[in-house]
């Protein structure tokens, strides 16, 4: 029996891996003092509605919103070293650092 109930849970976590989706995010600078990302996931889905964060090297949010209908997200560059956090959940975070942030 025991050894019934380990296949059966490894078959479980084999299931979940199987409807995983890997999230992503992208973010450009648009050459008028603001930034526009654009996210989703891995298996196509939308990240509409997703909490997209600006924060500063202290961690203090600087912009919070969501993601569009459209998985975009623009907001005014702030004026000192950022991180934008793409926050759709556990395991599902994407952090840009605005360094790597260009036209």
């Known amino acids: 029996m025991r050894k019934v109930l380990i296949c059966v849970f490894g078959f479980m976590i084999m299931i979940n891996y199987s409807y995983a ?5 992208t973010c450009y600078d648009n050459g008028d003092g603001t930034v526009t990302c654009e996210g989703g996931f ?6 509409a509605g ?14 919070k919103g969501k993601m569009n209908e ?9 004026n000192v070293p ?4 793409f926050d759709a959940g556990p395991g599902h975070v994407v952090k840009i650092d605005s360094k790597d ?3």
Do not use: W
């Open 21 to 25: 989706h890997t999230p992503f995010c």
């Open 42 to 47: 891995s298996d196509g889905s939308s990240a």
């Open 50 to 63: 997703v909490t997209m964060l600006v924060v500063d090297k202290s961690g203090k949010v600087l912009i």
């Open 70 to 78: 459209d998985s975009e997200f623009t907001f005014k560059k702030p």
């Open 82 to 85: 950022y991180t934008v956090i």
């Open 101 to 103: 942030i260009t036209e």
